[in-house]
């Protein structure tokens, strides 16, 4: 018998339950599959003093490390076991138990408890193992540094928006590294993140499929600040991550439907503005209710010394200033929602555009880049 945190049991039997390798986005699973929905079953290893949560599809495989509770350990370690079990009944289980919940393995069912009651979870037979390549290990990190970086962009990946049509290329989200740095890249209709961070390894370019995106961040995140390595293929399409104990395997996407991002960041920038970011968010909460409907659409008139924002629709127009220090002047129009994203974070922002560009793009410097494209081309202020 071990004692693990329920919260975090839950929080692992989830992602492992919702491990799958379909590589559809959310609008694509919604709107064009009728597949049968059958209940999750992921597989629990005790191997020593370390719980694993497991998940396997057709294309790839899933294991979370699940720390034992420090006051229960063990001098000898506990009996290992490893069984099959439905994720939804332990899920519901441990949902509203917010201290620790006790596993004990049986002949036919796994036992979860409390001091208060127990729930018999019936065993799943066992399924096979899929045989999985030997793949060339291609690059190593900072568990939390890679972590960082895709939570950073993961909010703008293109799933389950309005426009899918505008959105297919962006689906996934792009790791491209030179050797020395690698970028986490996502993106949708409106605009593309990005954010870097050191790698040790080689060129890399790896599109991960949506479906198997918080089973990746499981793991990063039970590893810490411990070096996980990365493996794959050499065509880019397959990856393995593994750490100190859990891993991760999957089928990627086509990393060549991926756009070239690079080419719609705008060089050169006769319009810059150094603002809080704090101070933008609130100005653009105080135009919100007068948006309109149409396109969602927000100005902003970069003049000297102070950035003015305004949206109308037919009720009248709403408009704010926010101090800020900046370079040149003109009127640019962005979507709200997109920008008010863009601006999710804290302390200082730069935002620098191009005024030549044939396309034109604001950049967004805080702790990432975000580039947002322009909705109307800026005329003069």
């Not at 370690?77 to 069984?83: E, G, L, Q």
């Not at 990946?157 to 491209?176: F, H, I, Q, V, Y």
């Not at 100005?299 to 949206?311: F, I, P």
């Not at 974070?345 to 044939?358: A, C, F, H, Q």
Request: net charge positive.
């Amino acid at each position: 018998m071990i004692t693990v945190n329920a919260k975090v049991l839950r929080l692992a039997a989830v992602t492992a339950g919702q491990f799958k390798s379909e590589q559809l986005t959310g609008h694509e699973q919604s709107k064009t599959t009728s597949r049968k929905k059958t209940p999750a079953v992921i597989r629990l290893t005790l191997n020593g003093q370390t719980l694993l949560i497991r998940a396997r599809s057709t294309g790839g495989e899933l294991s979370i490390p699940v720390s034992i509770v420090q006051g229960t350990l063990l001098a000898a370690d506990p009996p290992p076991f490893d069984v099959w079990t439905e994720a939804a009944l332990l899920i519901n289980y441990c949902h509203k138990i917010s201290g620790t919940v006790t596993l004990d393995a049986k002949t036919s069912v796994l036992v979860v408890g409390t001091g208060q009651n127990t729930l018999e979870l019936p065993l799943q037979p066992a399924q096979e193992d899929l045989p999985w390549e030997a793949l060339e290990p291609r690059a190593s990190f900072r568990a939390s540094t890679l972590l960082d970086c895709i939570l950073h962009v993961r909010h703008l990946r293109a799933t389950g928006e309005a426009n899918p049509s505008m959105l297919s290329a962006w689906r996934g989200l792009l790791l491209d590294g030179n050797g020395t740095a690698l970028r986490a890249v996502a993106g949708n209709a409106y605009s593309v993140a990005i954010c870097g961070c050191a790698y040790t390894g080689e060129p890399l370019r790896l599109l991960l499929p949506p479906g198997e995106l918080n089973g990746l961040l499981a793991v990063l995140a039970s590893e810490g600040d411990a070096q996980v390595q990365l493996f794959s293929d050499a065509a880019g399409s397959r990856l393995e991550l593994r750490g100190t104990q859990g891993h991760v395997r999957m089928n990627l996407m086509d990393h060549l439907a991926f756009p070239q991002y690079a080419k719609i960041i705008p060089k050169g920038h006769a319009l810059s503005v150094r603002v809080e970011a704090e101070d933008i968010r609130k100005a653009l909460g105080q135009i919100k209710p007068l948006l309109g409907t149409a396109r969602n659409e927000v100005q902003l008139h970069v003049k000297e010394g102070r950035l003015e924002l305004r949206c109308q629709n037919e009720y009248g127009t709403a408009k704010t200033e926010v101090d800020a220090e900046t370079t040149g002047e003109g009127l640019i129009v962005f979507n709200h929602t997109q920008l008010t994203r863009a601006c999710s974070v804290k302390g200082p922002l730069t935002l620098s555009m191009s005024t030549t560009s044939s396309q034109p793009a604001l950049i967004v410097k805080g702790a990432y880049v975000v580039v947002v494209a322009v909705i109307k081309p800026q005329v003069a202020a």
